[in-house]
């Protein structure tokens, strides 16, 4: 595979990783304010599974001392590619710099242990609705 196409697949699971914050933040946002407003649609049962089982994974991550599998893939890539660290595209630049923060290890396990445990009661203080087939 050439270079550029390496830098495409590292950049396309950077976005992915950033996504899955932004769903993991603002999800879990959106569930205390559908609370407030009604929606139902956060009362949906696959919905908060889903939400619980991926900030699950990032707390089990950190409490392990394991990198996240999307960063490791991605840094793999960028690795075949040629590519030094994260100098590359401009997708790649901007992103990273919303992700990747320097901090010492316990302020990133305190962080997600909290935020976690603020999803979990989350699925008693706005409970889902019963899983549809």
Not at 18 to 42: K, P, S, Y
Not at 119 to 132: E, Y
Request: aromatic share 16%; charged share 10%.
């Amino acid at each position: 595979m050439s270079p550029e196409l390496y830098l495409l697949l590292a950049d396309s699971l950077l976005v992915l990783h950033v996504l899955l914050v932004v769903f993991v933040i603002f999800g879990l946002a959106a569930v205390f304010l559908g609370r407030l407003l009604h929606w139902r649609w956060v009362r949906n049962f696959w919905f908060r599974v889903t939400h619980l089982v991926v900030i699950g994974i990032v707390v089990l991550q950190a409490w392990l001392g394991v990198l996240c599998p999307l960063t490791v893939w991605e840094m793999e890539l960028r690795e075949r590619a040629g590519a030094a660290g994260y100098e590359g595209s401009f997708i790649q630049h901007w992103l990273q710099s919303l992700l990747y923060y320097s901090a010492p290890e316990w302020v990133f396990i305190l962080t997600y242990t909290v935020f976690g445990g603020v999803v979990l009661a989350s699925w008693f203080l706005v409970r889902p609705g019963p899983p549809r087939k």
